[in-house]
């Protein structure tokens, strides 16, 4: 099974070394020069055929680094997406090309903008459950997360907090 978005060439030369998950506190992640917060997906049913996965990003670097392939035990592949208004319809598209990590920058991946899809789940996504996924950065390597899923309506993690 496929679970990359981009072609084993560009994978080829991202760092390989698997590296344990540094957390920062229960919902951020560190790896590198890179720091991803909050990382959440919502419920979903056993059928269905798409889930989405949202963070935010910092690069706190001095140098650009791009996220360029995503995969989880629980999706059968994972695809970087943005979605963008044009002549007033919500259009959504692939990002072959992963998504760039501006040094200094953060990049919000989070519903009606850029996100992960994790196309055909392989099973419901549970409401205060959790979902692994590993995240392979061009720069900084691999990293494994945790989306906490939230309820199936939600517009953010249910830990988010005021001022972070």
């Not at 890179?34 to 935010?56: C, K, Q």
């Not at 999706?75 to 963008?84: F, I, K």
């Amino acid at each position: 099974m496929r679970r990359r978005f981009l072609s084993a060439g560009l994978l080829a030369c991202a760092s390989v070394s698997l590296l344990p998950a540094s957390p920062a506190s229960a919902h951020d992640f560190r790896v590198g020069d890179l720091v991803i917060d909050h990382p959440w997906s919502r419920a979903v049913g056993a059928s269905a055929p798409t889930a989405a996965g949202y963070m935010s990003i910092a690069n706190r670097g001095s140098l650009p680094d791009r996220l360029i392939s995503a995969e989880t035990p629980m999706a059968r592949t994972v695809e970087a997406h943005e979605m963008n208004m044009t002549d007033g319809v919500m259009r959504m598209r692939p990002m072959p090309g992963g998504i760039p990590l501006p040094p200094g920058g953060t990049v919000w991946l989070r519903p009606g903008g850029m996100h992960l899809m994790l196309v055909g789940p392989t099973g419901a996504f549970v409401p205060g459950g959790s979902v692994p996924l590993t995240l392979r950065f061009e720069r900084a390597g691999t990293v494994i997360v945790e989306l906490e899923v939230a309820s199936a309506g939600a517009r953010a993690p249910a830990t988010e907090h005021q001022g972070h």
